[in-house]
């Protein structure tokens, strides 16, 4: 060892990241993220914590897309739903904060049965051009006016006071950053872990099985159609969490959420993370955000910057920033 | 074949006369109204077939369009009201520009496929929306910018303007029949079945010696050239840009109006445009929020008549066409061939 | 052109067989029955889309001018027609609603979108089919450069706006100013206008900072502002303008400084459905919102039409807040026409270039036909010298701190372009 020169830090690093197992790196990840809030200053706090919610937003997208095969546009109507559910929730049950989480999770699954009833019964292009209309027709409704009381007045609607999460005895305030972060990060682990135990259990290989080839998974009898349909309503569901999680974070909610640019949004942040896999998402949301939060200080049209980055990725590096990421990792992994 | 198409043929000369009498005609009976209305269907077809051009024939879903559509109406505003160009380098200007913004945009979207085509035209439009809305000095912004028509032409003392609406309706629809005409060259030639090769099956035609992306690309260009002329008319007819022009509502019109008439055929999305604009005309005076009738219909024919308007009307054609006694149910209930994406496999 | 199905609909038509019948049985119309052929005026509204809750107030208040005429012998002895259509808030239908609304329904006189972009491109067609256009919207431009002389403001517009506020606002809120707006034509355009006389007045101002049009967390661009501002300028619309209210409270940005915007910010919102988050903020109005600040019989009645509370201007039986400072321009607009084709004998379009010349520089008195004011419409840029109240939002009320009388104001803002010359 001796003989490697210091200097040479690039190869090392990645020989010395190459040596972990994956169940070792989750565990490092896992001590960084219960370090992190130390390390950052006030507010900026809260901002990382957001990363989560959005990076959970796109993890949604990339279920759909990347083991479903299905370009949805309709994400972001599950986020809004997620947000209304939170509200009516909160507002009109009077539930606390698991109630109303809960209760965002049901709404986004119910908003997605008959959407995705009729999306996931056409293909392609069909299926894009379905999902941007539904949305489209969401918010047409929703902007009408009548639900003033459940959107809050000018369709945004605050929270008039601080979230509690009741534990049991104790309860824990959202007024201090700390438990807003400990309870988002938490949230969203558990989220990812549901997630990841879908895409590995059967109904998962039998998604990508369908995605792969779908004339070969229905010679083998499997029920395309509704396969593709329960993948949606699930992954509907998580956008929906992730709406609760968001409205707890920020404290108010916009009827903006339920508009398709924001699902293009989580369509850019996990492509440019990488859509094969759970953690590509939050990778592409970290850097998507946090680009935005230091280059548009001095460099107003941000969004140029997106495209051209988003080009680069799908043009060389169509695994993502994820993928490219783990291959390099992968090319020191002594064989 | 000649004898199964005649009765479609027939009905596209009898819509030909018609559209020639229209100026004349609706106002004896009262609807001054309609003659632009009819003249901004032909031009809002041309954009469509733009779209058309690149998702029936090529098999790419361009999301993207109204950023070619903006390029034109903004070349030529801009060409008569900075430039202070006259009407035809204006014009020629508008398309230039539109041609010119596909050229550089088409080396990037060209060599993607599907998914990341639609994408990357969203983003492309969206871009461009956005440096629209934010320079309001030369775009006018959202706020936009009315710019006064120069005449087209003056012949001895007489002088042809846009002004005039008779005038108006013969430009746009020779302009606008033009671009039929050369897109119809354009499909028939050995260019245009390179087009269907390359939705068809690319990998295929990469080994017989073409190069799928110069194929694309050149698709992308000419659509981009199509869609620019849309804009330089409506701009002109409008005698008024926007950056709304480059939002991607009017990209996403383009698309449903090419979905509902038939994508893959040359005048579906005339017949697309023609039913969703005289359907919101009428529509939109009873009810507010007729889009929402307009959102179900798009989903009811992309999951139950794929092959759209033009679909439905060749299948009630060829129906009429044959024998009583050979009009079997079967036969009708037989899907149309539709426009099928790319490969088949994501 | 035979009626069409909309008209009957969605129009007043008093003078119709069926208004006539049931008017014979009330002595009090007998005598104030209008008749003859109706004079058309076509309402070119937002009755959908970003601004529809603007547009609500001000198709109600055209709608019950017009019902008012009608049962006080119309417009010269003849009914009064009123046909709204609606823009989607978007120009390209704008434009095509205007052409309808003209060429369809064949409306005389057409009252204007509160969009900007709707009216910029209406404007070039008006002068094309000859008809009097009057726009709600903000843009200077189209009653100077852009503009023909078939376009008349009776509101206000970001000149004049500016021209009322800067000087109020410099005297007891700063002189060091720093601007935050939406990156669209509305905020420039005030960005512009406000600069334009603050460089006059030797006041300071910061970088502008305007915001991506799409931006929902605000906190980024409020962190520029700059510390040792006296006072923040902004302008946004709809829930941009929540989260902003929202966003520099939080930050406590409105203890460091004073914040100062125009009423169009906050119009149709009730600051108390915003929890406090705009508490403090000054600005600058076109019509009181608490009837208190304007209690004359003539408001009061125009309000118990509009059926609305006196202080937050809430709607009976919903949740509307009136558009306090918009809705009377419609209202006014329509006896503005009234009163013009009486003065010009106006019969058909043909002696539209009459109506014109009785409208430039025409002065009214407070009225119930004018109930915001004395004002007077200038001959050369068409544009209304109207009266302006300095606000402050207090305890989720709004409260008038100082009027600005529109005699005052007129020398503060020149006309900038002259249509009297100009053809018809």
Not at chain 1, 231 to 258: D, H, K, P, W
């Amino acid at each position: 060892m001796k003989a490697v020169p210091v200097a040479s830090s690039a190869p090392s690093l990645g020989v010395w990241l190459a040596r972990f197992t994956p169940g070792q790196g989750f565990v490092l990840l896992a001590v960084f993220l219960l370090v992190l809030p130390w390390l950052v200053p006030n507010y900026q706090r809260v901002f990382v914590a957001e990363i989560f919610v959005w990076g959970l937003f796109a993890m949604s997208f990339a279920i759909v897309f990347g083991y479903g095969g299905m370009l949805s546009f309709a994400q972001a109507v599950f986020f809004g739903a997620g947000c209304y559910g939170f509200n009516l929730g909160t507002f009109y049950f009077g539930f606390n904060t698991w109630g109303a989480v809960i209760s965002a999770v049901i709404a986004a699954m119910l908003f997605a049965i008959p959407i995705g009833y009729i999306a996931t019964r056409v293909r392609h292009h069909h299926f894009l051009i379905v999902t941007v209309i539904i949305s489209v027709l969401v918010t047409t409704i929703l902007d009408s006016g009548h639900w003033k009381w459940l959107a809050g007045p000018y369709v945004t609607r605050s929270l008039t006071f601080v979230p509690e999460v009741p534990l049991g005895i104790v309860s824990f305030s959202f007024f201090s950053e700390m438990v807003a972060y400990y309870f988002t990060v938490i949230m969203v682990m558990l989220a990812v872990a549901v997630s990841w135990l879908l895409v590995h259990s059967p109904f998962g290989r039998a998604l990508l099985a369908i995605r792969d080839n779908e004339t070969r998974a229905k010679l083998i009898g499997l029920n395309v159609n509704r396969l593709r349909w329960i993948m949606f309503v699930i992954a509907a569901g998580i956008a929906g969490y992730s709406g609760a999680l968001f409205a707890l974070l920020a404290r108010f909610t916009n009827l903006e959420f339920f508009h398709w640019t924001y699902s293009g949004k989580a369509v850019v942040m996990a492509i440019i993370g990488g859509v094969g896999t759970l953690i590509g998402p939050f990778v592409g949301t970290a850097f998507y955000l946090l680009s935005n939060e230091y280059l548009s200080q001095f460099f107003q049209q941000f969004v140029i910057g997106v495209g051209i980055i988003l080009l680069l990725v799908i043009r060389y590096a169509p695994e993502g920033l994820w993928g490219l990421f783990a291959g390099w990792v992968r090319s020191h992994r002594s064989p | 074949m000649p004898r199964r198409l005649a009765p479609l043929q027939i009905l596209g000369l009898a819509c030909f006369v018609l559209l020639l009498a229209v100026p004349y005609a609706l106002p004896l009976l009262g609807a001054k109204f309609w003659v632009n209305i009819v003249a901004e269907i032909m031009i809002w077809s041309l954009f469509a077939a733009s779209v058309n051009l690149l998702f029936g024939y090529t098999g790419l879903l361009s999301f993207g369009q109204a950023l070619y559509f903006g390029f034109g109406a903004y070349g030529v505003a801009l060409g008569v009201d900075i430039l202070g160009l006259s009407f035809w380098p204006a014009v020629l200007f508008g398309v230039f520009v539109a041609g010119a913004c596909a050229a550089i945009t088409g080396i990037f979207a060209a060599r993607l496929t599907w998914h990341y085509f639609a994408i990357i035209t969203v983003v492309f439009s969206l871009i461009f929306f956005f440096v629209a809305v934010g320079w309001k000095s030369v775009t006018g912004g959202d706020d936009g910018r009315p710019f006064t028509v120069p005449p087209v032409l003056k012949v001895g003392g007489v002088e042809f303007t846009l002004l005039d609406p008779t005038f108006q309706y013969y430009f746009i629809m020779t302009v606008v029949g033009a671009c039929f005409y050369l897109m119809h060259v354009i499909l028939k030639s050995p260019l245009g079945y390179t087009f269907i090769a390359v939705r068809e099956n690319a990998s295929r035609l990469g080994l017989i010696g073409y190069s799928p992306y110069l194929i694309r690309y050149i698709s992308f260009v000419i659509a981009g050239i199509f869609a620019g002329v849309a804009g330089v008319l409506f701009a002109l007819f409008a005698r008024y840009v926007s950056a709304q022009y480059l939002f991607w509502t009017v990209s996403g019109e383009g698309v449903i109006w090419a979905l509902i008439g038939g994508s893959g055929t040359l005048f579906g999305p005339v017949l697309g445009a023609t039913f969703l604009i005289v359907v919101r005309e009428e529509l939109s005076i009873y009810w507010e929020h007729y889009l929402f009738a307009v959102g179900v219909i798009v989903i009811l024919f992309v999951a139950f008549a794929p092959g759209g308007l033009m679909g439905l009307l060749t299948r009630a054609l060829d129906w009429l066409a044959k024998k009583p006694a050979e009009r079997t149910a079967p036969e009708i209930a037989k899907p149309a061939p539709r426009a099928k994406g790319p490969g088949g496999g994501p | 052109m035979s009626a069409t199905r909309r008209n009957f609909m969605k129009t007043v038509l008093a003078g119709g067989v069926l208004g006539q019948g049931l008017n014979l049985t009330f002595t009090k119309d007998l005598f104030a029955k209008p008749t003859g052929k109706p004079i058309i005026i076509g309402h070119q509204c937002d009755l959908t889309g970003a601004i529809s809750s603007w547009g609500y107030w001000l198709d109600k208040a055209a709608k019950a001018a017009c019902d008012h005429l009608n049962a006080n012998n119309g417009i010269a002895g003849r009914p009064v027609q009123y046909v709204v259509e609606d823009t989607e808030t978007n120009p390209p239908t704008g434009a095509r609603k205007f052409r309808s609304l003209v060429q369809r329904n064949e409306a005389d006189f057409v009252l204007g979108s509160v969009h900007s972009g709707v009216n910029l491109a209406s404007v070039p067609i008006a002068k094309e089919l000859q008809t009097i256009y009057m726009p709600q919207g903000m843009a200077a431009e189209m009653t100077e450069s852009k503009g023909n002389r078939y376009i008349f403001r009776v509101g206000s517009d970001t000149y004049s706006q500016a021209a009322a506020g800067v000087e109020w606002a410099v005297k007891n809120l700063g002189k060091k100013w720093s601007f935050v707006f939406a990156d669209y034509a509305w905020g420039w355009s005030h960005f512009n206008e406000h600069k334009a006389l603050l460089d006059k007045m030797g006041a300071s101002i910061g970088d502008p900072i305007a915001v991506p049009v799409d931006a929902k967390d605000l906190l980024p661009y409020l962190a520029k502002v700059n510390k040792d501002a006296e006072q923040l300028y902004s302008v946004f619309i709809g829930s941009q303008s929540v989260a902003y209210y929202t966003q520099s409270k939080s930050l406590g940005l409105d203890k460091r400084m004073n914040r100062y915007s125009v009423l169009c910010t906050h119009e149709s919102i009730s600051p108390k459905e915003l929890g406090g988050a705009s508490e403090g903020i000054y600005m600058l109005e076109y019509m009181p919102r608490g009837l208190k600040y304007k209690d004359t019989a003539h408001n009061r009645k125009l309000r118990d039409l509009m059926k609305v509370d006196p202080v937050d201007g809430k709607e009976e039986g919903s949740n509307r807040i009136l558009a306090s400072s918009h809705y009377w321009a419609s209202w006014e607009s329509i006896f503005f026409i009234q009163k013009a084709v009486e003065k010009s004998g106006w019969k058909t379009k043909k002696d539209t270039p009459e109506f014109i010349k009785a409208l430039e520089g025409m002065k009214v008195e407070e009225s119930f036909e004018h109930p915001q004011g004395p004002k007077y419409i200038r001959k050369e840029d068409h544009k209304a010298v109207i009266d302006f109240y300095m606000s402050r939002v207090e305890n989720g009320e709004i409260h008038v701190k100082q009027k600005i009388d529109a005699a005052d104001l007129e020398k503060r803002f020149p006309p900038r372009h002259d249509f009297t010359k100009e053809s018809f």
